[in-house]
Protein backbone atom coordinates (compact mmCIF):
# COMPACT_ATOMS: atom_id res chain seq x y z
CA UNK A 1 0.00 0.00 0.00
CA UNK A 2 1.20 3.17 -0.90
CA UNK A 3 2.41 6.07 1.43
CA UNK A 4 -0.88 8.34 2.38
CA UNK A 5 0.86 11.54 1.87
CA UNK A 6 -2.32 13.61 1.14
CA UNK A 7 -3.87 11.92 4.59
CA UNK A 8 -0.22 12.44 6.43
CA UNK A 9 -0.54 16.62 5.02
CA UNK A 10 -4.09 17.03 6.44
CA UNK A 11 -4.06 15.06 9.68
CA UNK A 12 -0.51 15.92 11.01
CA UNK A 13 -1.72 19.65 12.13
CA UNK A 14 -4.47 17.83 14.40
CA UNK A 15 -2.09 14.98 15.56
CA UNK A 16 -0.11 17.64 17.06
CA UNK A 17 -3.41 19.58 18.13
CA UNK A 18 -4.23 16.21 20.58
CA UNK A 19 -0.26 15.95 21.56
CA UNK A 20 -0.65 19.38 23.24
CA UNK A 21 -3.72 18.50 24.39
CA UNK A 22 -1.88 16.10 26.83
CA UNK A 23 0.83 18.88 27.59
CA UNK A 24 0.63 20.35 30.85
CA UNK A 25 -0.38 23.81 30.56
CA UNK A 26 2.56 25.02 32.19
CA UNK A 27 5.10 23.45 29.29
CA UNK A 28 4.61 26.34 27.03
CA UNK A 29 7.96 25.73 25.30
CA UNK A 30 6.81 22.57 24.37
CA UNK A 31 3.79 23.33 23.04
CA UNK A 32 5.03 25.70 20.81
CA UNK A 33 7.67 22.97 19.92
CA UNK A 34 4.54 20.45 18.49
CA UNK A 35 2.78 22.99 17.01
CA UNK A 36 5.83 24.38 14.89
CA UNK A 37 7.04 20.20 14.08
CA UNK A 38 3.66 19.42 13.24
CA UNK A 39 3.58 22.45 10.69
CA UNK A 40 6.57 21.79 9.66
CA UNK A 41 6.27 18.36 8.93
CA UNK A 42 2.79 19.37 6.89
CA UNK A 43 5.11 21.94 4.59
CA UNK A 44 7.54 19.65 4.28
CA UNK A 45 5.09 16.67 3.05
CA UNK A 46 3.77 19.73 0.49
CA UNK A 47 7.12 20.48 -0.36
CA UNK A 48 7.20 16.36 -1.61
CA UNK A 49 4.01 16.87 -3.09
CA UNK A 50 5.13 19.69 -5.30
CA UNK A 51 8.30 17.52 -6.20
CA UNK A 52 6.50 14.86 -7.14
CA UNK A 53 3.61 16.18 -8.88
CA UNK A 54 3.44 15.19 -12.50
CA UNK A 55 2.89 18.38 -14.90
CA UNK A 56 1.59 17.38 -17.66
CA UNK A 57 -1.31 15.11 -15.93
CA UNK A 58 -4.43 16.65 -15.78
CA UNK A 59 -5.86 13.41 -13.90
CA UNK A 60 -6.03 13.58 -10.29
CA UNK A 61 -3.02 12.40 -8.69
CA UNK A 62 -2.23 10.94 -5.09
CA UNK A 63 -5.46 9.52 -5.28
CA UNK A 64 -6.88 8.07 -1.57
CA UNK A 65 -10.36 6.54 -1.48
CA UNK A 66 -12.06 4.23 1.10
CA UNK A 67 -15.47 3.56 1.55
CA UNK A 68 -16.83 5.86 5.10
CA UNK A 69 -20.74 5.41 4.49
CA UNK A 70 -21.07 2.71 1.95
CA UNK A 71 -25.46 3.32 2.61
CA UNK A 72 -25.13 6.77 1.28
CA UNK A 73 -22.05 5.75 -1.29
CA UNK A 74 -20.03 8.44 1.10
CA UNK A 75 -16.39 7.96 0.59
CA UNK A 76 -13.24 9.05 2.44
CA UNK A 77 -11.80 10.43 -1.39
CA UNK A 78 -9.04 12.85 -1.71
CA UNK A 79 -6.66 13.73 -4.47
CA UNK A 80 -4.82 16.32 -6.11
CA UNK A 81 -4.01 17.99 -9.51
CA UNK A 82 -2.88 21.21 -11.30
CA UNK A 83 -6.23 23.78 -9.30
CA UNK A 84 -5.46 22.72 -5.83
CA UNK A 85 -1.53 21.71 -5.66
CA UNK A 86 -0.70 25.18 -5.66
CA UNK A 87 -3.32 25.97 -2.74
CA UNK A 88 -2.56 23.02 -0.63
CA UNK A 89 1.43 24.23 -0.47
CA UNK A 90 -0.04 27.79 0.09
CA UNK A 91 -1.93 26.65 3.68
CA UNK A 92 0.96 24.24 4.31
CA UNK A 93 3.60 27.49 4.05
CA UNK A 94 1.36 30.32 5.64
CA UNK A 95 0.07 27.31 8.36
CA UNK A 96 3.82 26.84 9.44
CA UNK A 97 4.88 30.72 9.16
CA UNK A 98 1.77 31.66 11.34
CA UNK A 99 2.79 29.32 13.42
CA UNK A 100 6.02 31.10 14.45
CA UNK A 101 4.42 33.78 14.07
CA UNK A 102 2.46 32.79 16.81
CA UNK A 103 5.12 33.00 19.79
CA UNK A 104 3.74 36.23 20.60
CA UNK A 105 1.01 34.65 21.93
CA UNK A 106 0.52 34.54 25.83
CA UNK A 107 -2.86 33.65 27.21
CA UNK A 108 -4.40 30.32 27.21
CA UNK A 109 -1.61 29.19 24.94
CA UNK A 110 -3.02 25.02 25.01
CA UNK A 111 -6.15 26.42 23.80
CA UNK A 112 -4.77 28.29 21.10
CA UNK A 113 -2.51 26.28 19.46
CA UNK A 114 -4.74 23.08 19.60
CA UNK A 115 -7.40 25.62 17.55
CA UNK A 116 -4.57 25.98 15.63
CA UNK A 117 -3.87 23.04 14.18
CA UNK A 118 -7.61 21.95 14.24
CA UNK A 119 -7.65 24.88 11.81
CA UNK A 120 -4.85 23.94 9.52
CA UNK A 121 -6.60 20.43 9.16
CA UNK A 122 -9.82 21.92 8.22
CA UNK A 123 -8.13 24.14 5.64
CA UNK A 124 -6.01 21.53 4.02
CA UNK A 125 -8.67 19.24 3.56
CA UNK A 126 -11.16 21.20 2.02
CA UNK A 127 -8.48 21.34 -1.03
CA UNK A 128 -7.85 18.00 -1.20
CA UNK A 129 -11.27 16.48 -0.59
CA UNK A 130 -12.76 14.82 -3.66
CA UNK A 131 -15.99 13.91 -2.10
CA UNK A 132 -18.80 16.70 -1.57
CA UNK A 133 -20.00 15.42 1.87
CA UNK A 134 -16.22 15.25 3.27
CA UNK A 135 -15.77 18.78 1.66
CA UNK A 136 -18.04 20.05 2.87
CA UNK A 137 -17.25 18.19 6.69
CA UNK A 138 -13.70 20.14 5.92
CA UNK A 139 -15.20 23.12 5.41
CA UNK A 140 -17.41 23.87 8.63
CA UNK A 141 -14.41 22.38 10.74
CA UNK A 142 -12.98 25.69 9.70
CA UNK A 143 -15.60 27.56 10.91
CA UNK A 144 -15.48 26.61 14.29
CA UNK A 145 -11.43 27.09 15.56
CA UNK A 146 -11.76 30.37 13.86
CA UNK A 147 -14.55 31.69 15.41
CA UNK A 148 -12.69 30.73 18.57
CA UNK A 149 -9.68 32.14 17.75
CA UNK A 150 -11.06 35.61 16.82
CA UNK A 151 -13.32 35.68 20.04
CA UNK A 152 -11.04 34.84 22.33
CA UNK A 153 -7.56 36.04 20.98
CA UNK A 154 -8.87 38.90 19.46
CA UNK A 155 -8.79 42.65 19.70
CA UNK A 156 -11.36 45.14 21.67
CA UNK A 157 -14.51 44.06 19.04
CA UNK A 158 -13.58 40.45 19.32
CA UNK A 159 -17.59 39.25 20.14
CA UNK A 160 -18.61 41.22 17.70
CA UNK A 161 -16.36 40.22 14.93
CA UNK A 162 -16.57 36.71 15.88
CA UNK A 163 -20.07 36.46 16.09
CA UNK A 164 -20.43 38.18 12.50
CA UNK A 165 -18.10 36.00 10.78
CA UNK A 166 -19.70 32.97 12.34
CA UNK A 167 -23.32 33.80 10.97
CA UNK A 168 -22.16 35.20 7.75
CA UNK A 169 -20.23 31.79 6.71
CA UNK A 170 -22.89 29.47 8.75
CA UNK A 171 -25.98 30.94 6.56
CA UNK A 172 -23.72 30.70 3.35
CA UNK A 173 -23.02 26.96 4.32
CA UNK A 174 -26.48 26.53 4.71
CA UNK A 175 -27.31 27.10 0.83
CA UNK A 176 -24.25 25.41 -0.12
CA UNK A 177 -25.51 21.81 1.93
CA UNK A 178 -28.61 22.52 0.51
CA UNK A 179 -26.83 22.22 -3.30
CA UNK A 180 -24.84 19.71 -2.26
CA UNK A 181 -27.92 17.44 -1.01
CA UNK A 182 -30.06 18.32 -4.44
CA UNK A 183 -26.89 17.04 -6.79
CA UNK A 184 -26.78 14.02 -4.50
CA UNK A 185 -30.45 13.32 -4.95
CA UNK A 186 -30.88 14.14 -8.53
CA UNK A 187 -27.69 12.03 -9.82
CA UNK A 188 -27.94 8.31 -10.89
CA UNK A 189 -26.61 6.69 -9.02
CA UNK A 190 -26.43 9.26 -6.40
CA UNK A 191 -23.03 10.14 -5.18
CA UNK A 192 -20.95 12.82 -3.78
CA UNK A 193 -18.27 12.10 -5.84
CA UNK A 194 -17.06 15.75 -7.38
CA UNK A 195 -15.69 13.73 -10.45
CA UNK A 196 -18.69 11.58 -11.30
CA UNK A 197 -20.87 14.82 -10.83
CA UNK A 198 -18.87 16.80 -12.96
CA UNK A 199 -19.02 14.25 -15.91
CA UNK A 200 -23.15 13.89 -15.29
CA UNK A 201 -23.58 16.92 -14.63
CA UNK A 202 -24.68 18.61 -18.17
CA UNK A 203 -27.30 16.16 -17.88
CA UNK A 204 -28.95 18.81 -16.00
CA UNK A 205 -31.59 20.99 -17.10
CA UNK A 206 -30.13 24.53 -17.11
CA UNK A 207 -32.70 26.00 -14.71
CA UNK A 208 -32.16 23.61 -12.41
CA UNK A 209 -28.25 24.09 -12.42
CA UNK A 210 -29.08 27.96 -12.20
CA UNK A 211 -30.97 27.37 -8.73
CA UNK A 212 -27.80 25.08 -7.73
CA UNK A 213 -25.34 27.40 -8.75
CA UNK A 214 -27.26 30.28 -6.84
CA UNK A 215 -26.96 27.87 -3.47
CA UNK A 216 -23.23 27.13 -4.27
CA UNK A 217 -22.55 30.73 -5.21
CA UNK A 218 -23.82 32.56 -1.73
CA UNK A 219 -21.85 29.58 0.48
CA UNK A 220 -18.67 30.36 -1.96
CA UNK A 221 -19.01 34.18 -1.99
CA UNK A 222 -19.12 34.72 1.36
CA UNK A 223 -15.69 33.29 1.84
CA UNK A 224 -14.36 35.11 -1.04
CA UNK A 225 -15.39 37.64 -0.32
CA UNK A 226 -17.80 39.35 -3.25
CA UNK A 227 -19.29 42.39 -2.62
CA UNK A 228 -21.64 43.18 -1.34
CA UNK A 229 -20.84 39.93 0.83
CA UNK A 230 -17.76 41.55 2.12
CA UNK A 231 -18.77 43.37 5.11
CA UNK A 232 -17.69 40.63 7.84
CA UNK A 233 -13.90 40.93 6.51
CA UNK A 234 -13.04 43.82 7.77
CA UNK A 235 -14.23 43.47 11.96
CA UNK A 236 -12.76 40.03 11.22
CA UNK A 237 -9.20 41.02 9.77
CA UNK A 238 -8.73 44.17 12.51
CA UNK A 239 -10.21 41.80 15.34
CA UNK A 240 -8.30 38.72 14.88
CA UNK A 241 -4.42 38.57 16.63
CA UNK A 242 -2.02 38.62 13.75
CA UNK A 243 -0.94 34.95 12.52
CA UNK A 244 -5.15 34.57 12.30
CA UNK A 245 -5.46 37.20 9.89
CA UNK A 246 -2.57 35.71 8.03
CA UNK A 247 -4.55 32.50 7.60
CA UNK A 248 -8.07 34.48 7.12
CA UNK A 249 -6.96 36.18 3.98
CA UNK A 250 -4.08 34.14 2.88
CA UNK A 251 -6.16 30.89 3.06
CA UNK A 252 -9.36 31.39 4.16
CA UNK A 253 -10.73 33.69 0.89
CA UNK A 254 -9.20 31.03 -1.61
CA UNK A 255 -11.78 28.34 -0.34
CA UNK A 256 -14.69 30.11 -1.95
CA UNK A 257 -12.41 30.86 -4.88
CA UNK A 258 -11.48 27.00 -4.90
CA UNK A 259 -15.45 26.10 -4.85
CA UNK A 260 -15.80 27.98 -7.88
CA UNK A 261 -12.87 26.00 -9.52
CA UNK A 262 -13.48 22.44 -8.16
CA UNK A 263 -17.80 22.75 -8.19
CA UNK A 264 -19.75 25.40 -9.56
CA UNK A 265 -17.79 25.73 -12.85
CA UNK A 266 -16.71 22.15 -13.82
CA UNK A 267 -20.61 20.76 -12.25
CA UNK A 268 -23.02 23.53 -13.58
CA UNK A 269 -21.30 24.86 -17.17
CA UNK A 270 -24.30 25.79 -18.44
CA UNK A 271 -24.98 28.02 -15.13
CA UNK A 272 -21.47 28.86 -15.12
CA UNK A 273 -21.87 29.86 -18.39
CA UNK A 274 -24.86 31.88 -17.74
CA UNK A 275 -23.50 33.82 -14.70
CA UNK A 276 -20.06 35.50 -16.56
CA UNK A 277 -21.74 38.55 -16.60
CA UNK A 278 -22.97 39.14 -13.47
CA UNK A 279 -19.78 37.42 -12.13
CA UNK A 280 -17.43 40.27 -13.81
CA UNK A 281 -19.85 43.27 -13.02
CA UNK A 282 -18.86 42.22 -9.27
CA UNK A 283 -15.57 41.47 -10.12
CA UNK A 284 -15.09 45.14 -11.34
CA UNK A 285 -17.10 46.48 -7.98
CA UNK A 286 -15.18 44.26 -5.94
CA UNK A 287 -12.11 45.53 -7.63
CA UNK A 288 -12.79 49.56 -7.67
CA UNK A 289 -14.81 49.64 -4.46
CA UNK A 290 -12.04 47.84 -2.53
CA UNK A 291 -9.53 49.74 -3.48
CA UNK A 292 -11.56 53.37 -2.74
CA UNK A 293 -12.53 51.87 0.73
CA UNK A 294 -8.87 51.03 1.53
CA UNK A 295 -7.59 54.33 0.67
CA UNK A 296 -9.92 55.63 2.98
CA UNK A 297 -8.81 54.02 6.16
CA UNK A 298 -6.10 55.24 8.42
CA UNK A 299 -6.12 51.83 10.36
CA UNK A 300 -2.94 50.02 8.87
CA UNK A 301 -4.56 46.84 9.15
CA UNK A 302 -8.10 47.47 8.16
CA UNK A 303 -6.62 49.22 4.96
CA UNK A 304 -5.00 45.66 3.91
CA UNK A 305 -8.30 43.85 4.59
CA UNK A 306 -9.94 46.24 2.21
CA UNK A 307 -7.01 45.90 -0.12
CA UNK A 308 -8.01 42.16 -0.44
CA UNK A 309 -11.52 42.58 -1.11
CA UNK A 310 -10.18 44.52 -3.97
CA UNK A 311 -7.47 42.24 -5.50
CA UNK A 312 -9.75 39.11 -4.92
CA UNK A 313 -11.82 40.64 -7.61
CA UNK A 314 -9.43 40.01 -9.83
CA UNK A 315 -10.39 35.99 -9.58
CA UNK A 316 -14.03 36.95 -10.43
CA UNK A 317 -12.80 38.55 -13.59
CA UNK A 318 -10.76 35.83 -14.30
CA UNK A 319 -13.19 33.43 -13.50
CA UNK A 320 -16.02 35.42 -15.71
CA UNK A 321 -13.75 35.00 -18.78
CA UNK A 322 -14.09 32.00 -19.75
CA UNK A 323 -10.61 31.22 -21.14
CA UNK A 324 -7.59 29.70 -20.24
CA UNK A 325 -5.57 33.29 -19.93
CA UNK A 326 -8.40 34.51 -17.33
CA UNK A 327 -8.36 31.55 -15.20
CA UNK A 328 -4.94 30.79 -15.17
CA UNK A 329 -4.49 34.29 -14.12
CA UNK A 330 -7.67 33.89 -11.17
CA UNK A 331 -5.84 30.88 -10.26
CA UNK A 332 -2.47 32.18 -9.50
CA UNK A 333 -3.97 35.45 -8.08
CA UNK A 334 -5.47 33.39 -5.32
CA UNK A 335 -1.69 31.74 -4.94
CA UNK A 336 -0.22 35.51 -4.84
CA UNK A 337 -2.77 37.08 -2.88
CA UNK A 338 -2.24 34.69 -0.34
CA UNK A 339 1.89 34.91 -0.04
CA UNK A 340 1.37 38.75 -0.48
CA UNK A 341 -1.35 39.57 2.06
CA UNK A 342 0.04 36.99 4.40
CA UNK A 343 3.03 38.63 4.92
CA UNK A 344 1.33 42.23 4.29
CA UNK A 345 -0.90 41.14 7.78
CA UNK A 346 2.71 39.77 9.30
CA UNK A 347 4.27 43.12 8.68
CA UNK A 348 1.19 44.89 10.45
CA UNK A 349 2.17 42.63 13.23
CA UNK A 350 5.40 43.71 13.31
CA UNK A 351 4.65 47.35 13.85
CA UNK A 352 1.99 46.80 16.35
CA UNK A 353 4.10 44.41 18.73
CA UNK A 354 6.33 47.52 19.00
CA UNK A 355 3.85 50.73 18.95
CA UNK A 356 0.78 49.40 20.20
CA UNK A 357 -1.18 51.30 17.23
CA UNK A 358 -2.14 50.62 13.85
CA UNK A 359 -3.32 54.24 13.15
CA UNK A 360 -1.03 55.75 10.10
CA UNK A 361 -1.55 59.08 11.31
CA UNK A 362 1.16 58.70 13.99
CA UNK A 363 3.72 57.05 12.61
CA UNK A 364 6.30 58.59 10.06
CA UNK A 365 9.77 58.92 9.67
CA UNK A 366 10.29 55.05 10.67
CA UNK A 367 12.49 54.42 7.95
CA UNK A 368 15.50 55.60 9.20
CA UNK A 369 15.00 54.01 12.62
CA UNK A 370 13.71 50.69 10.86
CA UNK A 371 15.66 49.85 7.85
CA UNK A 372 15.43 46.21 7.37
CA UNK A 373 11.78 46.24 8.01
CA UNK A 374 11.10 49.14 5.83
CA UNK A 375 12.93 47.07 3.09
CA UNK A 376 10.82 44.60 3.35
CA UNK A 377 7.87 46.71 4.07
CA UNK A 378 8.17 48.24 0.32
CA UNK A 379 8.70 44.93 -1.61
CA UNK A 380 5.67 43.39 -0.54
CA UNK A 381 3.68 46.67 -0.97
CA UNK A 382 5.48 46.86 -4.32
CA UNK A 383 3.95 43.86 -4.87
CA UNK A 384 0.89 44.00 -3.35
CA UNK A 385 0.18 47.39 -6.31
CA UNK A 386 1.26 44.84 -9.00
CA UNK A 387 4.79 46.30 -9.81
CA UNK A 388 6.14 44.30 -12.74
CA UNK A 389 8.90 41.50 -11.91
CA UNK A 390 6.92 40.95 -8.48
CA UNK A 391 4.44 38.35 -8.66
CA UNK A 392 1.04 40.45 -7.87
CA UNK A 393 1.94 41.69 -11.64
CA UNK A 394 1.43 38.46 -13.77
CA UNK A 395 -1.66 37.26 -11.84
CA UNK A 396 -3.50 40.46 -12.37
CA UNK A 397 -2.17 41.05 -15.94
CA UNK A 398 -3.47 37.26 -16.50
CA UNK A 399 -6.70 38.21 -15.51
CA UNK A 400 -7.52 41.40 -17.27
CA UNK A 401 -6.12 39.41 -20.71
CA UNK A 402 -9.04 37.51 -20.14
CA UNK A 403 -11.61 39.95 -18.85
CA UNK A 404 -10.71 42.11 -21.52
CA UNK A 405 -11.45 39.60 -24.55
CA UNK A 406 -14.73 38.97 -23.23
CA UNK A 407 -15.82 42.09 -21.38
CA UNK A 408 -14.23 44.69 -23.04
CA UNK A 409 -15.80 47.75 -21.45
CA UNK A 410 -15.78 46.13 -17.79
CA UNK A 411 -12.23 45.01 -17.85
CA UNK A 412 -11.41 48.85 -18.23
CA UNK A 413 -13.23 50.28 -15.48
CA UNK A 414 -11.61 47.21 -13.95
CA UNK A 415 -7.72 48.77 -14.42
CA UNK A 416 -9.03 51.76 -12.33
CA UNK A 417 -8.73 49.52 -9.43
CA UNK A 418 -4.94 49.51 -10.28
CA UNK A 419 -4.08 52.85 -10.44
CA UNK A 420 -6.31 53.59 -6.98
CA UNK A 421 -4.15 50.79 -5.21
CA UNK A 422 -1.12 52.31 -6.22
CA UNK A 423 -2.34 55.31 -4.56
CA UNK A 424 -2.86 53.90 -1.48
CA UNK A 425 -0.35 52.05 -1.03
CA UNK A 426 2.46 54.11 -1.86
CA UNK A 427 0.44 56.70 0.38
CA UNK A 428 1.10 54.42 3.36
CA UNK A 429 4.71 54.05 2.40
CA UNK A 430 4.74 57.98 2.78
CA UNK A 431 3.14 58.42 6.32
CA UNK A 432 4.94 55.11 7.89
CA UNK A 433 8.73 55.29 6.32
CA UNK A 434 8.84 58.46 5.25
CA UNK A 435 8.98 62.57 6.47
CA UNK A 436 10.11 63.25 9.94
CA UNK A 437 10.55 60.72 12.86
CA UNK A 438 7.58 61.31 15.01
CA UNK A 439 9.87 61.38 18.55
CA UNK A 440 7.15 58.88 20.12
CA UNK A 441 9.05 56.13 18.34
CA UNK A 442 12.47 57.88 18.70
CA UNK A 443 13.62 53.76 20.59
CA UNK A 444 11.63 51.51 18.51
CA UNK A 445 13.57 48.41 17.42
CA UNK A 446 13.76 47.17 13.85
CA UNK A 447 12.34 43.64 12.88
CA UNK A 448 14.23 40.77 14.62
CA UNK A 449 15.41 37.35 13.78
CA UNK A 450 12.04 35.29 14.19
CA UNK A 451 10.17 37.97 12.09
CA UNK A 452 12.48 37.90 9.51
CA UNK A 453 12.31 34.22 9.36
CA UNK A 454 8.59 34.21 8.64
CA UNK A 455 8.95 37.13 5.94
CA UNK A 456 11.82 36.27 4.00
CA UNK A 457 10.93 33.16 2.57
CA UNK A 458 7.52 34.34 1.28
CA UNK A 459 9.81 36.99 -0.59
CA UNK A 460 11.64 35.21 -2.20
CA UNK A 461 8.51 33.22 -3.70
CA UNK A 462 6.98 36.56 -4.54
CA UNK A 463 10.03 37.83 -6.55
CA UNK A 464 10.56 34.26 -7.85
CA UNK A 465 7.16 34.00 -9.16
CA UNK A 466 7.47 37.53 -10.92
CA UNK A 467 10.69 36.75 -12.67
CA UNK A 468 9.52 33.22 -13.55
CA UNK A 469 5.38 32.72 -13.60
CA UNK A 470 5.92 29.08 -15.28
CA UNK A 471 6.98 27.99 -11.57
CA UNK A 472 2.80 28.25 -11.07
CA UNK A 473 1.90 27.96 -14.54
CA UNK A 474 3.94 24.77 -15.66
CA UNK A 475 1.49 23.06 -12.81
CA UNK A 476 -1.93 24.69 -13.36
CA UNK A 477 -2.18 25.27 -17.02
CA UNK A 478 -2.77 21.56 -18.21
CA UNK A 479 -5.76 21.36 -15.63
CA UNK A 480 -7.04 24.67 -16.40
CA UNK A 481 -7.02 24.27 -20.41
CA UNK A 482 -8.90 20.55 -19.61
CA UNK A 483 -11.19 22.47 -17.28
CA UNK A 484 -12.03 24.97 -20.09
CA UNK A 485 -12.92 22.30 -22.67
CA UNK A 486 -15.08 20.66 -20.42
CA UNK A 487 -16.89 24.05 -20.09
CA UNK A 488 -17.05 24.99 -23.41
CA UNK A 489 -14.97 28.23 -22.81
CA UNK A 490 -11.97 29.90 -25.11
CA UNK A 491 -8.71 27.93 -25.15
CA UNK A 492 -6.85 31.28 -25.32
Known amino acids: MPFPLLTSIIFLPLLGGVLILFTPKDKTGLMKSIATAATGLALVLAVILVVKFSCGDTEMQFVERLPWIPQMNINYHLGVDGISIGLVFLTALLGFFACVGSYGIKERQKEYYFLYLLLNTGMLGTFLALDLFLFYVFWEIVLVPMYFLIGIWGGPRKEYAAIKFFIYTLAGSVFMLLSILALYFTSDPHTFSMLELAKSGNTLAKSFQIILFVGFYLGFAIKVPVFPFHTWLPDAHVEAPTPISVLLAGVLLKMGGYGFFRISFPILKDAAIYFALPFAILGAINIVYGAFVAMAQTDFKKMVAYSSVSHMGFVMLGLASMTVTGFNGALMQMFNHGVITGGMFLLVGVLYDRAHTRDLNKFGGLGSKMPVYSGILIVFTLASLGLPGLSGFISEFMSLMGGFAAFKLITIISVLGIIITAGYFLYMVQRVLLGPLN ?42 ANLIRHIGGALF
Open 439 to 480: PVWFNIGDINKREIFTLVPLMIVIIAIGVYPLIILNYQSPAI
